[in-house]
């Protein structure tokens, strides 16, 4: 699926040489700093692709952003590609490669790898690939070794599609996927905020995956679009972080509301470039993720009770169909969109079960406590005008429920074309890799019972046992 997004330190320097645009090369690293301050921001941009050119363009935007900001470092590692744009203006010349840099106060300090990435150096550019989760890897430990902070937080900018993220063409399309973060970063490179300025990464599966806990990678809170989207307003961001913060820095939760605040600013404003659906179909969150043990209990438990119950006909029903369903299906209006976004808000779906009279007062009630769940994870979020009745801090969280026993045009189910959903582990090189905790965890695996939410889809819509949730 092609995404369609609108289109503190004191510094130990011998000497300073000014390459133009404000960008200047240290010839020297960075000093470690004497005191953290009060956050770091990792901007992890991975467009050796085609959203190289747009990047860009916003890499302006963060510079003018940032003249206002203090107390923040914004270290940047960009990977551009030969093949798109030309763009000499953000970062003071046109290359192609993976390279670092500090930004701040308007400028951009060019930066090298050290020990981190001894490829990276500050007169030479290294290739790296960032469709790799150790490149992701490297990048947090060289930000939080040689910029320390209070608080940390990472954001990746790219294309996503759900369970993947981060395709680097240099190297033959490789991309991240939701279970190798938590295979390659370890505790030690969590985060307060991780923010994705990518399309359809807001979901709950990827949010218990990434959710905080004792010696694995987390994140407290999490920024995401559930369908395609439209790119940051970093210009906004930053310069409203001055503005309204000032010398006192934001806490992890401000500073994500403050994202979904400017994006929806940006887009009504229609500063953003979206016209139509691609305006209308956008809805964006910011995720408290230290709730999202408890929405996977409780919808595990809705699972169970519509499975003993008997209620597949009625759910799907409910569900409805791409952009004609009266729940919320952040599917896009392309062809094959509806197998491959299965992506049903959490929420919406339990509220709508919960008034329905065609299922018990069990479920019903079971309903209830997911759309409570959901609401104590959802910070804050925003959705257009496709989506009536949405209510923000409520609304924008989706989870995986296939169409039906639907099939595409060569007769394979649209539960069969999504292999990535799995709790066995794939492996990098089969592009699904699986081993999401959400489809492990909770699992009776092997006595023919349903008890999660992967189970229970399992059980409806695999009729060949592709995904055999007894696995």
Same mark, same amino acid.
């Not at 929420?347 to 079960?353: G, N, Q, S, Y």
């Given at each position: 699926?092609?995404?369609?997004?609108?289109?503190?330190?004191?510094?130990?320097?011998?000497?300073?040489?000014?390459?133009?645009?404000?960008?200047?090369?240290?010839?020297?690293?960075?000093?470690?700093?004497?005191?953290?301050?009060?956050?770091?921001?990792?901007?992890?941009?991975?467009?050796?692709?085609?959203?190289?050119?747009?990047?860009?363009?916003?890499?302006?935007?963060?510079?003018?952003?940032?003249?206002?900001?203090?107390?923040?470092?914004?270290?940047?590692?960009?990977?551009?590609?030969?093949?798109?744009?030309?763009?000499?203006?953000?970062?003071?010349?046109?290359?192609?490669?993976?390279?670092?840099?500090?930004?701040?106060?308007?400028?951009?300090?060019?930066?090298?790898?050290?020990?981190?990435?001894?490829?990276?150096?500050?007169?030479?550019?290294?290739?790296?690939?960032?469709?790799?989760?150790?490149?992701?890897?490297?990048?947090?430990?060289?930000?939080?070794?040689?910029?320390?902070?209070?608080?940390?937080?990472?954001?990746?900018?790219?294309?996503?599609?759900?369970?993947?993220?981060?395709?680097?063409?240099?190297?033959?399309?490789?991309?991240?996927?939701?279970?190798?973060?938590?295979?390659?970063?370890?505790?030690?490179?969590?985060?307060?905020?991780?923010?994705?300025?990518?399309?359809?990464?807001?979901?709950?599966?990827?949010?218990?995956?990434?959710?905080?806990?004792?010696?694995?990678?987390?994140?407290?809170?999490?920024?995401?679009?559930?369908?395609?989207?439209?790119?940051?307003?970093?210009?906004?961001?930053?310069?409203?972080?001055?503005?309204?913060?000032?010398?006192?820095?934001?806490?992890?939760?401000?500073?994500?509301?403050?994202?979904?605040?400017?994006?929806?600013?940006?887009?009504?404003?229609?500063?953003?470039?979206?016209?139509?659906?691609?305006?209308?179909?956008?809805?964006?969150?910011?995720?408290?993720?230290?709730?999202?043990?408890?929405?996977?209990?409780?919808?595990?438990?809705?699972?169970?009770?519509?499975?003993?119950?008997?209620?597949?006909?009625?759910?799907?029903?409910?569900?409805? $169909?791409?952009?004609?369903?009266?729940?919320?299906?952040?599917?896009?209006?392309?062809?094959?969109?509806?197998?491959?976004?299965?992506?049903?808000?959490?929420?919406?779906?339990?509220?709508?079960?919960?008034?329905?009279?065609?299922?018990?007062?069990?479920?019903?009630?079971?309903?209830?406590?997911?759309?409570?769940?959901?609401?104590?994870?959802?910070?804050?979020?925003?959705?257009?005008?496709?989506?009536?009745?949405?209510?923000?801090?409520?609304?924008?969280?989706?989870?995986?429920?296939?169409?039906?026993?639907?099939?595409?045009?060569?007769?394979?189910?649209?539960?069969?074309?999504?292999?990535?959903?799995?709790?066995?582990?794939?492996?990098?090189?089969?592009?699904?890799?699986?081993?999401?905790?959400?489809?492990?965890?909770? $699992?009776?695996?092997?006595?023919?019972?349903?008890?999660?939410?992967?189970?229970?889809?399992?059980?409806?819509?695999?009729?060949?046992?592709?995904?055999?949730?007894?696995?």
């Amino acid at each position: 699926m092609t995404e369609r997004r609108p289109t503190r330190l004191l510094m130990a320097v011998v000497a300073l040489v000014f390459v133009g645009h404000g960008v200047c090369v240290s010839a020297q690293d960075a000093a470690p700093a004497q005191k953290p301050a009060p956050w770091t921001v990792l901007i992890y941009a991975a467009v050796d692709n085609d959203w190289e050119r747009p990047f860009m363009r916003d890499v302006r935007g963060m510079r003018k952003g940032l003249e206002r900001v203090k107390g923040m470092e914004v270290i940047l590692l960009v990977d551009r590609s030969p093949r798109y744009s030309r763009d000499k203006r953000a970062l003071g010349e046109d290359f192609a490669g993976t390279r670092l840099y500090r930004l701040t106060g308007g400028g951009a300090e060019r930066l090298g790898g050290g020990q981190w990435f001894p490829g990276i150096r500050r007169d030479a550019d290294g290739e790296l690939n960032t469709g790799n989760a150790r490149t992701l890897r490297d990048f947090v430990r060289f930000g939080k070794a040689r910029y320390p902070a209070i608080r940390t937080a990472l954001f990746l900018v790219s294309h996503g599609e759900g369970m993947s993220f981060c395709p680097d063409e240099t190297d033959d399309d490789d991309q991240m996927f939701t279970a190798e973060l938590t295979d390659e970063l370890g505790p030690a490179e969590s985060v307060d905020v991780l923010g994705f300025d990518a399309c359809l990464m807001g979901g709950a599966e990827n949010a218990y995956q990434w959710r905080p806990g004792p010696g694995r990678f987390g994140a407290d809170y999490f920024v995401a679009s559930a369908p395609v989207s439209s790119s940051w307003p970093y210009a906004d961001i930053f310069s409203a972080l001055g503005s309204r913060f000032g010398p006192k820095p934001p806490k992890p939760a401000e500073l994500s509301r403050l994202i979904i605040d400017e994006l929806n600013k940006q887009i009504r404003s229609g500063r953003s470039g979206d016209r139509g659906l691609e305006r209308d179909l956008q809805a964006w969150g910011a995720f408290d993720l230290k709730h999202a043990a408890k929405l996977k209990e409780a919808v595990d438990g809705l699972a169970v009770g519509l499975w003993k119950e008997g209620e597949k006909q009625d759910t799907v029903a409910l569900r409805g $169909s791409g952009l004609k369903a009266k729940t919320f299906v952040y599917v896009w209006p392309e062809r094959g969109a509806d197998a491959d976004m299965p992506h049903v808000d959490v929420r919406h779906l339990a509220e709508r079960i919960a008034k329905s009279a065609s299922f018990s007062k069990q479920v019903r009630r079971l309903a209830s406590q997911v759309a409570d769940a959901a609401d104590a994870m959802v910070l804050h979020s925003v959705g257009f005008d496709h989506y009536k009745g949405f209510k923000g801090g409520q609304h924008g969280l989706y989870f995986v429920f296939p169409d039906g026993d639907k099939k595409d045009r060569r007769g394979r189910t649209y539960w069969q074309k999504i292999p990535w959903y799995d709790a066995r582990k794939h492996g990098r090189d089969d592009d699904s890799y699986g081993a999401y905790a959400w489809c492990s965890d909770g $699992s009776v695996a092997g006595n023919g019972k349903v008890e999660t939410w992967f189970e229970l889809m399992d059980a409806w819509f695999d009729v060949g046992d592709s995904n055999d949730y007894a696995w």
